[in-house]
């Protein structure tokens, strides 16, 4: 059995413990946690997925994520991705969730931000390389077909939801939006 998930219903209630690429197969949702990484000067992380990659190899994302582990609040999953994969350590602040229809199958997403300040140590199996960019930018790398299409989506409701007043913008001269994470990966909130 690969890696297991918590298979969830419409309401983004745990039906289930299920295998991922069973979830997948069979078009059962089940919940991913991602983090929008942004410095101190506003700017977005965007990072090229490594070609050897056996979902979407090469495509730009703005996002970092993965499925949350068994048990595991988007919270925490949000957490501990950024660690794997950009070897940051801080809290991203949830921000949002809404239904994906994914590309390659459904699942619930979870969107969570961080002001990052220290030094970035990806993880090469997870990001083939990085820029920071500003929104302008951003918005015309999301309609690129090389990104990620899921990661349109969730750019969409990002913005529309900072439009409506749901999402603050980050602030880093007040200590940014659900901590910054300084030197060493530690957070400094």
């Not at 300040?117 to 990085?130: F, V």
Request: hydrophobic share 40%; proline share 7%; charged share 30%.
């Amino acid at each position: 059995m690969g890696e297991l998930v918590e298979r969830v219903g419409d309401d983004d209630e745990v039906i289930g413990i299920v295998d991922r690429g069973e979830a997948i197969r069979r078009g059962w949702p089940h919940r991913v946690a991602t983090v929008v990484c942004r410095d101190p000067a506003g700017r977005y992380l965007v990072h090229r997925r490594p070609d050897g990659m056996s979902r979407f190899p090469g495509h730009l994302n703005w996002l970092l994520g993965g499925a949350t582990e068994v048990g595991e609040s988007y919270e925490e999953a949000a957490a501990r991705e950024l660690w794997e994969e950009l070897g940051v350590r801080g809290c991203p602040r949830f921000l949002l969730k809404f239904r994906c229809a994914g590309a390659i199958s459904p699942y619930w997403l979870g969107l969570h931000e961080l002001v990052v300040t220290g030094p970035l140590r990806p993880d090469p199996a997870e990001i083939a390389s990085y820029r920071w960019v500003g929104e302008a930018e951003l918005a015309g790398l999301v309609r690129d077909p090389a990104f990620v299409p899921d990661a349109r989506e969730a750019f969409a409701r990002y913005r529309a939801s900072r439009a409506d007043g749901r999402c603050p913008r980050a602030r880093a001269e007040h200590g940014g939006i659900g901590g910054v994470a300084g030197p060493e990966g530690r957070s400094v909130t």
